[in-house]
């Protein structure tokens, strides 16, 4: 037999498909069953103004309360929650949270974001599904923002631009998320309605090394283009004080970070007035 001589290469790796096809079928059967007993909850982390560290918005993050293994962020089933298809579902049970949660989570001129993958961004009748829902919550759509990776906004057999006026005419604002890190087709951001732009966190990183001068000059970069262009600029990922004053001297507007809070549920939040 093979194994006594020692496997070879093609037995070693069907054998490592395999058991990557068990653990994602593994992965999706407990989705699909977290899904029905609603163990999926909205995370919320603010999202701050670096002139004053006043908090005018929050970002609603996925999170699966799983039974064995405690709170599970997004990175660990994302994948699979997408290629399965079960993220639509899963985002639509975090945005009705979400919405039904809007009245005690926000004050004054706070918005609340939530994060669309780019295959659910892509499905038929987003926009109008979204707002449909929103209305079913009362929720103000002039309060919510989306979220998009620049890859979601390059298919443009999808209809990008309609779909984002559609949104924006009913006051939902988009956010790109992770700027930087894709594929920089950069004529987009005049093209789209977009209203802010989110600093990848890898490039804020970059900020802490002293006299990082190159690190500086990506952000610089980032900054000056979205001033003339009139897009609103959000620091993402900011752990420390040199990245937080770093930025704010260069013109960064908000920042979102650990330094400010971590994500909570939304039970941890402090009271808001009049909530
Ligand atoms: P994202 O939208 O870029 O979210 C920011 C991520 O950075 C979050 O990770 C957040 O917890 C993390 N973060 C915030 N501040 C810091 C910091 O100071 N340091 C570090 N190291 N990390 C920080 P999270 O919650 O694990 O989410 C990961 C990604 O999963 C998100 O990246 C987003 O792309 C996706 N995601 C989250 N919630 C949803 C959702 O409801 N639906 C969909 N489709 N995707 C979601
Ligand atoms: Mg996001
Ligand atoms: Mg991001
Ligand atoms: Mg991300």
Known sequence: RAKAKGR???EVFDEALHDEALRTLDLENDLRRALAEGHFEPYYQPIVSLDDGRCVGYEALLRWNHEILGVLAPDSFLPVAEESGLIEQ?????YESVFGSMPRLLEGQQYVSINVSARHFHT?????????LAARYDADPRRLRIELTEGALLDDTHNVSAVLHELRGAGVRTQLDDF???YSALSYLQRFPIAAIKIDRSFVADLQAEGAQEGHAVVRAILALAQSLGLETIGEGIETTVQCSTLAQLGCQRGQGFLFARPQPLEALRPVAGG
């Open 124 to 132: 038929p009748d987003l926009a109008r599904r979204l707002l449909a």
């Open 180 to 182: 930087g890190t894709g």
């Open 8 to 10: 070879n290469r093609s």
């Open 90 to 94: 899963i985002d639509w049970l975090i």
